[in-house]
């Protein structure tokens, strides 16, 4: 091979187990998909090296934990596991030592101790970077760009200069058509002359700008308006920490917004590249006596043979649209045939960046690319036309167990895309917007698909918009460099660490390497045969019922029966009118329908306590039996069958239940059977007539949940082994505070959250063939007025 | 004019189409030559003078029984129990026989001093009338005048308070009756005797008794071995509630029995070309029937179910006979037979049946699938004397829509039974075994039985003990018409049309089977010989 940049000649370097001997190398970004590919290869493969790992600790895991967790329980180690038995977790942690700290802060967040072990490294591989391409302006910086220099400024503070090898991307060549070679791109005309730190600066100001924005009245006001919309009349703690959250989120959609447009103004398909680009430039002028190599992959994808073919960790890049193909979704990709989409294995990346490591640094920065563009293209077209064949002999099957039909696959520019998508989310949540605010529940599972569809749109648009960077870049990466580290290889290390893009045979790398590991993370189904073992909802159902559970808290209204306090109020109140007295019942009610509609939107408690002032001057006496009329004559004939048969199973299953509930205590009266006890609404009597003020705060929202849990508490019960069922998101309190969450008939804000938490969601029906009266009325008993028929 | 007696034709080229009932509709049904159809006897001529004959019969009672007259003396407790709403089918025009009846008895008893009279609706596991039901059965002035104090209601077979336990019968069976009635110097039992299996012993033995006495005879057991539960000479069920209504007897309880039996003119205007021979409609009579099949196939099945259910049979009493039970009961099933048997000469290999919009269990309520497979295999299967109308291993094809519909007040213990128990198995021994106790004693579904207006929870249990002589008997239940996913929880066969179900039953009877065809209702009994 001709080899113009060929600085090593071939076999002039060690071996690379021998020459990282000894070595202690710290990683970061370690926990990712190239990293976690990095510390299996060097832990099998270079036997002698010690490794410190850098992790972030989460607010759940700390650092050790993470790696134990995300590391070392992946599936990259199950061929090490296999090899070593016994010896694996004790291997692990004589060689493996973890430091606790963060890239974004300065001194990386180390401790005095970590510290010390950190800087005494041999070579320093830094992977450590935030690869998504929709981040916020600031946190690309603080992640992408200051990251690098805050391990030179670690460094240098400490004397110590370790080889540093940092991860970069072949993007930060930007948007250019044409070779893109192994080179920095500061002060080339490739890249525009800007000052990062000036960067940095205007990064920081603007997320300040942007927070003390958020906070003007007008702003508040539409965050606490989205609150509302969102979760309806779900009681004051949640609704100020959703409008908090929205709040937030804004601020951070406005930086991704800020980030995006800042990248492409400079050339650069998006914040991500831009970061890193800066990063680089920072990092050669930062360096100082510390040595630095600097490796570029292009798209990382699945493992080429190690540690076993199609590793892959996590979804990728192009996956989630393939599989949107596959099964029928999409029918437009977001590229051309002819251009070049440039994949690397991951296996080929981390056997290149440890020959980088091995052969030590050279006193001025290098850069190596490892891409597949230049040596051995894969075009969209060979890749889609491969991925359809495979699929056609694999097809995906939907839930019913049929295969989705596979169609011809057209290509479009991404920006054609993403304006017809953007167009589809935009009408989708103009539906949403008007279908929360329709009173529409307990319809089948309409609703449920809405938020489903809506949902995969929305993952769908997020694809399309990082993909389409890829799309539109159409730079050829050139590799000489690396290859010319390759030829210097020994026999052996070629065997054992291959980086030559070239011997990759697409065709089976697509086929059967790389999708069957694809539908595997994806979850989707290639065979037909039937769903084995319960499906999820079957599992979730015998959870809430198993013996174990403590009780089961239900909501009324639409949840175990399709009416409200509206209509038994109604009910009650004409069971002794004359038609006259309905007719102008009836008229008097609907005209004041919408201003009711709207307190109760507003504030669920405020109307129950406006509403039941109709209660006043009721006699007791008479309304008590009516109730127990009403029972079969309304709350029967609307109730939801399945529902009063599961009450019945967590009696039968030994639970104990409770109903939760805003209606009137003498209207639910006929149910007290279904319960153990009922909390609900009370209207304070005197000389055995209502007196229209409620006794207690009605059990609305935040207050449904503490009953409810005051209840559990007084009886003994656990909350965490409690199930609740509700159908609104103003009972998010009270769902949430259980162990066993389940949405009924859910509004289409409900039927979201449900499904993003995985709680179980039941659609219980009424019973087809039930009377459908046309008002809410009270049967004339004939008894009580017509006393001159009696002889 | 006498009536004509019911007859077997012989379906053959010049047999017009056959009016199959359809639940709220109907099916013209053209029949294989050779097959036959079982017409009932027309209605026989009623008495016309009623209120002669019900004073006639209070007057000179049958066995060992004085007089009503002299059965009431001043002081006395007594006790008018009364049918329910299950009966008769439908319910009858006003004023309804019971309100007849009742209101010489207690002028009766009002002329010999009584005041403690107790009037109460014999429901047994049924569900409680509603006032305007009550009202129909009794008429109202008797309602207005006891209804308001509390002595006219609805009997309550789960108030603990208000059953006796009046011992166990030489075989074993528990033997509990209402406290009132048990304590009472006297219980009039107002019967109408609709079909043969109603009234006797049954009455009061069954009307006024709970699920603890009743399960002895409501069981697969006893419904296997009665051939048929309508034909007495062969009836556990009616040998048990015999042996049971023997030892009321001999506690003491003293039952003065007044049954009355009726013909079978069940139609009024418009509806009745329903009780006409299809060859012998009139022009008129022919464009109605077309003209109203359009119509109830077009409007929807909730319109077309509160059509039906406002008709009024213009039934006529073709005999009232009161006195000592068992011999009332004797002169009873005499005048029933009278009205309903139709002579038949052996067994077919396919019966077929047209299941009307109503069965015992659905008054003013739904027809739900429990109570179609009830109506057909339970009460027009064994609607025979002698042997069953269809062989051994052979087909009962049933016309019926049966949707998934059910009525969530009336039933709701049959919605969970169809959800829950028939999901898992059709075999009525192994659900009998396995589910019965647990619905049967269920908290809830007792609360609605006496409070709101729902069938005890063990009652779709017996609608399917109902079937099980026929689902022992017979190789395959198809329904044409029937919603299949009901049908098919059933652990039947559905078919959307005659010639298909006639296709899919050659797979069991062979590929030339007889079939035979009961144009019921108006009710007949087949007397297969």
């Given amino acids: 091979m001709d080899l113009p940049f060929g600085k090593f000649s071939a076999k002039t370097m060690d071996v690379i187990s021998e020459s990282l001997s000894g070595k202690r190398i710290a990683i970061t970004g370690s926990t990712g998909f190239l990293g976690t590919a990095l510390v299996e290869r060097l832990m099998r493969c270079v036997p002698d090296c010690d490794l410190v790992l850098l992790v972030r600790p989460t607010r759940r895991n700390s650092a050790q934990r993470r790696v134990e967790r995300e590391i070392f329980r992946n599936d990259a180690f199950d061929k090490l596991r296999s090899q070593w038995g016994e010896e694996f977790d004790r291997t692990c942690e004589r060689r493996v030592s973890v430091v606790s700290g963060d890239v974004t802060n300065d001194g990386l967040g180390l401790n005095e101790q970590d510290r010390a072990l950190f800087v005494s490294c041999d070579v320093v591989i830094h992977s450590a970077a935030t690869v998504s391409f929709d981040s916020p302006l600031d946190s690309s910086i603080e992640i992408n760009l200051l990251g690098p220099n805050r391990i030179i400024q670690l460094l240098s503070e400490a004397n110590v200069t370790p080889h540093l090898v940092a991860v970069s991307t072949c993007y930060v060549a930007g948007n250019r058509r044409g070779a893109a070679n192994e080179e920095f791109l500061a002060g080339t005309p490739f890249q525009v002359n800007v000052d990062w730190r000036a960067e940095v600066e205007a990064a920081r100001r603007t997320r300040a700008d942007l927070d003390a924005r958020s906070r003007i009245p007008e702003q508040l006001e539409g965050f606490r308006k989205g609150a509302r919309e969102e979760l309806g009349a779900a009681g004051l703690p949640m609704l100020a920490a959703k409008t908090e959250q929205l709040r937030e989120a804004w601020v951070d959609d406005q930086m991704v917004e800020a980030g995006r447009s800042r990248a492409t103004s400079l050339g650069w398909p998006d914040v991500y590249t831009y970061s890193k680009a800066l990063g680089e430039t920072a990092l050669i002028e930062l360096h100082g006596d510390v040595p630095v190599s ?345 109730s939801f069958p399945a529902g009063l048969r599961r009450v019945r199973a967590h009696r039968a299953a030994g639970h104990q239940t409770v109903l939760i509930t805003g209606a009137l205590d003498i209207a639910v009266e006929p149910l007290r059977p279904l319960f153990d006890h009922i909390i609900s609404a009370r209207i304070d009597r005197k000389n055995g007539k209502l007196t229209g003020e409620m006794l207690d705060v009605p059990p609305t929202g935040e207050v449904r949940a503490q009953l409810m849990i005051d209840w559990a508490e007084d009886n003994g019960l656990d909350p965490a082994q409690g199930v609740a069922y509700a159908d609104s998101a103003s009972d998010l309190p009270m769902l949430e505070a259980v162990g066993y969450p389940v949405a009924v008939n859910p509004e289409t804000r409900l039927v979201t959250i449900a499904e993003k938490r995985g709680w179980l969601t039941e659609n219980w029906p009424k019973t087809a063939g039930a009377p459908k009266p046309l008002l809410p009325m009270g049967q004339r008993p004939k008894l009580l007025t017509n006393r001159e028929g009696v002889r | 004019m006498s009536a004509r007696q019911g007859l077997v034709l012989e379906v053959d080229r010049t047999t017009p189409p056959i009016v199959f009932h359809h639940g709220e509709g109907f099916r013209f049904e053209r029949l294989p030559s050779g097959s036959r159809v079982v017409y009932p006897n027309e209605p026989i001529e009623p008495i016309e003078d009623v209120d002669s004959a019900i004073r006639h019969a209070l007057d000179n009672p049958l066995g060992d ?26 319910q009858m025009q006003a004023p309804d026989i019971r309100g007849r009846i009742i209101e010489q008895i207690l002028d009766t008893a009002a002329s010999a001093g009584v005041d403690d009279v107790h009037l109460i609706a014999a429901l047994a596991l049924h569900r409680r009338m509603t006032e305007a039901e009550l009202r129909h059965a009794v008429g109202d002035r008797v309602y207005d005048a006891f209804a308001p104090n509390g002595q006219l209601y609805n009997f309550d077979a789960e108030d603990p308070d208000a059953l006796s336990h009046l011992g166990e019968t030489d075989h074993g069976e528990e033997v509990v009756i209402s406290k009132r009635a048990a304590e009472s110097d006297l219980i009039i039992y107002v019967n109408i005797n609709l079909v043969s299996m109603d009234g006797g012993h049954k009455s009061v033995a069954t009307g006024l008794s709970g699920y603890t006495a009743i399960r002895h005879h409501h069981n697969v057991e006893t419904m296997q071995r009665s051939k048929s539960f309508m034909d007495q000479e062969n009836s556990e069920l009616h040998t048990k509630n015999w042996r049971q209504g023997r030892l009321i007897r001999d506690a003491g309880v003293k039952i003065f029995q007044i049954e009355t039996t009726l013909n079978n003119d069940t139609f009024p205007a418009p509806w009745d070309f329903l009780q006409k021979r299809e060859w012998e409609m009139n022009a008129k009579e022919r464009m109605l029937l077309l003209g109203t099949k359009k119509f109830l196939d077009k409007i929807p099945r909730k319109t077309a179910r509160s059509i039906f259910q406002s008709i009024r049979a213009p039934y006529g009493l073709t005999s009232i006979q009161a006195g000592e039970v068992e011999e009332v009961h004797k002169v009873t099933t005499a005048n029933v037979y009278r009205q309903h048997l139709v002579r038949v000469e052996g067994q077919t290999d396919i019966l077929s049946m047209g299941l009307p919009y109503l069965g015992p269990y659905n008054v003013n309520s739904i027809m739900n699938p429990i109570l179609v497979a009830c109506l057909g295999l339970g009460y027009l299967f064994n609607m025979y004397k002698g042997k069953p109308l269809v062989r051994e291993g052979g087909v009962v094809i049933m016309s019926h829509p049966t949707p998934w519909e059910f009525h969530p007040v009336h039933h709701p213990s049959y919605i969970d039974f169809f959800e829950e128990v028939l999901a898992d198995t059709t075999d009525p021994k192994t659900i009998e075994h396995k589910y019965e106790k647990r619905y049967a004693e269920d908290e809830w579904y007792r609360h609605l039985y006496r409070t709101s207006y729902a069938y005890h929870g063990v009652h779709p249990f017996y609608m399917w003990y109902w079937c099980s002589h026929a689902l022992q008997h017979v190789g395959q239940v198809i329904i044409v018409g029937g919603d299949q996913r009901a049908t098919k929880r059933m652990g039947f066969r559905s078919a959307s049309t005659m010639r298909d179900a006639l296709e899919m039953a050659t797979d069991v009877v062979g590929r030339d089977p007889t079939l035979t065809h009961i144009h019921n209702p108006p009710v007949l009994m087949a007397d297969v010989v």
């Fill in chain 2, 65 to 90: 029984s004085p007089p009503l007259a002299a059965l009431l003396t001043k002081g006395m407790k007594l006790t008018i129990a009364f049918d329910d709403i299950s009966l008769p089918l439908p």
């Fill in chain 1, 294 to 638: 600097i490796v570029r992959p292009s798209i990382i994808e699945s493992a080429w043979s190690e540690p076993s073919p199609g590793w892959i960790r996590g979804f990728r890049m192009a996956e989630p649209l393939i599989v949107s193909f596959a099964k029928g979704e999409l029918d437009t990709f977001p590229g051309y045939p002819e251009g070049i989409i440039d994949v690397i294995p991951v296996d080929m990346v981390a056997a290149a960046i440890i020959a980088v490591a091995a052969k030590g640094p050279e006193p001025e920065p290098e850069v190596f690319q490892i891409a597949s563009g230049s040596t051995n293209p894969l075009q969209f077209k060979k890749l889609l036309d491969t991925a359809m064949e495979w699929f056609r002999e694999h097809p995906v099957y939907d839930a019913n167990g049929h295969p989705t039909a596979s169609t011809e696959w057209k290509y479009a520019g991404s920006s054609g895309l993403e304006e017809q998508l953007h167009r589809v989310v935009k009408a989708f949540d103009l539906a949403a917007k008007v279908i929360n605010r329709l009173p529409i529940r307990g319809e089948s599972s309409f609703t449920s698909k809405f938020a489903e569809r809506r949902q995969n749109l929305d993952q769908l648009k997020g694809y399309i918009d990082i993909y389409g960077a890829y799309g539109k870049c159409e730079a050829i990466y050139g590799i000489q460099h690396t290859l010319s580290l390759w030829q210097s290889l020994s026999a052996e290390d070629q065997a054992q660490f291959g980086f030559d893009p070239s011997v990759i045979d697409w065709h089976h790398y697509i086929t059967e390497v790389h999708l069957p590991t694809v539908v595997i993370q994806a979850r989707v189904k290639t065979t037909p045969e039937k769903r084995s073992g319960p499906s999820r909802s079957e599992r979730l159902r015998s959870a809430v019922l198993d013996t174990d559970r403590h009780f089961a808290a239900f909501d009324l209204e639409n949840t175990l029966i399709a009416s409200n306090v509206v209509e038994s109020y109604a009910w009650l109140a004409t069971r002794h009118l004359n038609p006259k007295q309905r007719l102008k019942f009836t008229l008097r009610t609907l005209t004041e329908t919408p201003g009711l509609w709207r307190r109760d939107k507003r504030d669920r408690t405020d109307f129950l306590r406006y509403f039941y002032q109709r209660y006043k001057g009721a006699p007791l006496h008479q309304l008590e039996a009516d109730a127990a009329e009403m029972l079969s004559d309304l709350i029967l004939i609307k």
